[in-house]
């Protein structure tokens, strides 16, 4: 028996993979500079990689971050002027919203992102403690932006579906 595929489960679905990622990437990153304060202060001989893995898991939490954000309506300032209108008006500035982050998620993140990645294998750039290819740290960018135009399509869809963009289980209003 085929189980029902609904656009809203393949999201749900996204969601609690971004989730996962993010709490085991943040777990990762507690880890690490844990890992650099035992080092420096207690044996007296600071860890060569922590600070770069540091910076590179805030770099991805922090993008990653922004795709959750945006789905959990977290984000300060989108729901600042759509907060203060109602019905059509508030509809029509909401999807205006997510067609400026689609436009923006589509030429910045993905097609940016995929150029500086790209480049970044090109040219074989290494980090100088962890001995990664940079194009790696730089998948995060393409990988976010398909995420933020996904859930945009997303709400839009269910604005159209339901008259008004769907509330999630877990809102966040920054005018609140």
């Given amino acids: 028996m085929v189980k029902d595929f609904t656009l809203e489960k393949m999201t749900e679905g996204l969601t609690r993979v971004l989730a996962i990622l993010l709490v085991i990437l943040m777990a990762a990153m507690v880890l690490d500079v844990t890992w650099q304060i035992v080092t ?12 770069e893995l540091a910076g590179f898991l805030l770099v991805w939490i922090g993008l990653l971050g922004s795709s959750y954000a945006l789905y959990t309506k977290a984000h300060l300032g989108i729901d600042i002027i759509s907060s203060r209108v109602s019905g059509v008006r508030k509809l029509v500035i909401e999807i205006g ?19 500086l990645m790209t480049i970044a294998f090109q040219l074989n750039q290494v980090s100088p403690s962890l001995g990664i290819p940079i194009g790696y740290v730089y998948v995060v960018l393409p990988l976010t932006g398909i995420i933020l135009i996904y859930y945009s399509i997303y709400f839009i869809i269910m604005a159209f579906k339901k008259d008004k963009i769907t509330e ?9």
């Fill in 40 to 51: 420096r202060f207690i044996m007296k001989n600071p860890s060569s990689f922590t600070e």
């Fill in 168 to 176: 999630p289980a877990k809102s966040v209003s920054a005018v609140d």
């Fill in 97 to 115: 919203v997510y067609i400026i982050i689609i436009v923006f998620s589509l030429f910045v993140m993905l097609i940016g992102g995929l150029r």
